[in-house]
C-alpha cells in the first residue's frame, strides 16, 4: 500500500492532541491532508463518509485515565474500511491508564485496522502558569520524535505486502476498563472586570455550555472541565474557583512534574 491521503481525526479542547497528530502528519509528509475536528458541536455533526485506500491518525486526550465521553460520542460515526489507523492519546503527564487500549477497542468497532499507537504529553488542562504542569507540552523536541515516528510508520505500511491483515498491536491497558473522570458539576467563572464579553470562551467551548448575552452565562451541568474556555479567554477572566478543582491543580503540580516521555507502540519511536 502507498500511502497517499492522510485524515487526521481528533478531539481536541486546548489543542495539545491536535499539534501532536499534526505533528505526526508532518512526518508522514503527503499533500493530502484533511482535518475531521470533532472538538466542537458543529464538527461532531458533520458528514462523515466510509474512510478506504488512506491512512488516519486519531488523537484524543486522557480524561480520568480513560477516553472523554464526549470523544467517543462523537467518533461514533465515523465508519471505515479496514482503513489503516495510527492511535494517539496525550495526556497531562500524570498517567494515560486505560485510555489507548479504549482508543483502539472504539477504532476497531468502526472499522479501523489500527497499526501503530502512542501516548504523547500534552500540557495539564489544568495548568496555569502559577500551577505549572507540563506547560508547554508538547515541545519542540516531542513534536520532532512525532514527526520521526510519521515517517518511520510511513516507510512500513508502503512496504505491507497485504495492508488489509490484522496489525496485532499490543497496546498496555486493564480490560474491563477503570478510572474515568469523578463526578464533579463545577465550571470556571468570568470575572466581570476584565472581560470584554468577546465571545472567545462560546467559541472554543466543545459542548456549548457557554451563553453570551450582554455577559456571559454558564451552563454548569454541560462542562466537562476542559479548560478551553480559560485557555483563550485573552483577558485572563475566565479562571477556576472551585476549591476542589484548586486542590487537584496543586497536587498534580506537586506530584506530576517530573517530566514523561512518549511512549510508542507497535512501530518503535
Ligand atoms: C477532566 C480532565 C481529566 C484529565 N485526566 C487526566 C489523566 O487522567 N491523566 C493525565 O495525565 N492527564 C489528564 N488530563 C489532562 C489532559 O489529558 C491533557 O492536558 C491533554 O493534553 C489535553 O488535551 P487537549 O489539549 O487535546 O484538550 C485531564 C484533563 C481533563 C480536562
Ligand atoms: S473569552 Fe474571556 S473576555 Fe472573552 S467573553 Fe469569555 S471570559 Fe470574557
Ligand atoms: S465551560 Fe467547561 S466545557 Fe466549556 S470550555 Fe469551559 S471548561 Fe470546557
Known amino acids: 500500500m502507498k500511502v497517499e491521503q492522510v485524515k487526521l481525526i481528533?478531539?481536541?479542547?486546548?489543542?495539545?492532541?491536535?499539534?501532536?497528530?499534526?505533528?505526526?502528519?508532518?512526518?508522514i509528509s503527503v499533500a493530502d491532508v484533511e482535518h475531521i475536528d470533532l472538538?466542537?458541536?458543529?464538527g461532531a455533526r458533520q458528514a462523515i463518509k466510509p474512510l478506504s485506500d488512506e491512512l488516519a491518525i486519531i488523537g484524543a486526550p486522557v480524561y480520568g485515565g480513560r477516553l472523554p465521553v464526549d470523544a467517543i460520542d462523537r467518533l461514533n460515526p465515523v465508519k471505515a474500511a479496514n482503513t489503516p489507523a495510527i492511535l494517539v492519546v496525550v495526556y497531562g503527564n500524570r498517567e494515560f491508564e486505560d485510555a489507548l487500549l479504549e482508543l483502539k477497542n472504539v477504532a476497531i468497532e468502526l472499522g479501523f485496522n489500527p497499526v501503530a499507537g502512542a501516548a504523547f504529553i500534552g500540557e495539564h488542562s489544568f495548568a496555569t502558569e502559577d500551577?505549572?504542569?507540563?506547560?508547554?507540552?508538547p515541545d519542540s523536541r516531542d513534536v520532532q520524535l512525532a514527526m520521526d515516528w510519521g515517517a518511520k510508520i510511513k516507510n512500513k505500511i508502503?512496504?505491507?505486502?497485504?495492508?488489509?491483515?490484522?496489525?496485532?498491536?499490543?497496546i498496555p491497558g486493564r480490560f474491563p476498563y477503570e478510572g474515568g473522570v469523578r463526578s464533579m458539576v463545577v465550571s470556571p467563572v468570568t470575572q466581570a472586570d476584565p472581560c470584554t464579553v468577546c465571545g472567545t470562551c462560546a467559541s472554543v467551548c466543545p459542548t456549548a455550555a457557554i451563553s453570551i448575552n450582554g455577559s456571559v452565562a454558564t451552563d454548569i451541568e454541560l462542562c466537562i472541565r476542559c479548560c478551553a474556555c480559560i485557555?483563550?479567554?485573552?483577558?485572563?477572566?475566565?479562571?477556576?474557583?472551585?476549591?476542589?478543582?484548586?486542590?487537584?491543580?496543586?497536587?498534580?503540580?506537586e506530584n506530576c512534574s517530573a517530566r514523561k516521555e512518549p511512549r510508542m507502540f507497535g512501530i518503535d519511536g
Open 10 to 27: 481528533y478531539f481536541s479542547p486546548t489543542g495539545t492532541t491536535r499539534k501532536v497528530v499534526e505533528s505526526i502528519a508532518r512526518g
Open 39 to 42: 472538538t466542537l458541536p458543529e
Open 131 to 137: 500551577v505549572p504542569i507540563a506547560n508547554g507540552r
Open 158 to 170: 508502503n512496504a505491507l505486502q497485504s495492508p488489509g491483515a490484522p496489525m496485532d498491536l499490543e
Open 231 to 253: 485557555k483563550n479567554c485573552p483577558t485572563g477572566a475566565r479562571v477556576w474557583e472551585d476549591e476542589t478543582m484548586k486542590t487537584i491543580a496543586t497536587w498534580l503540580n
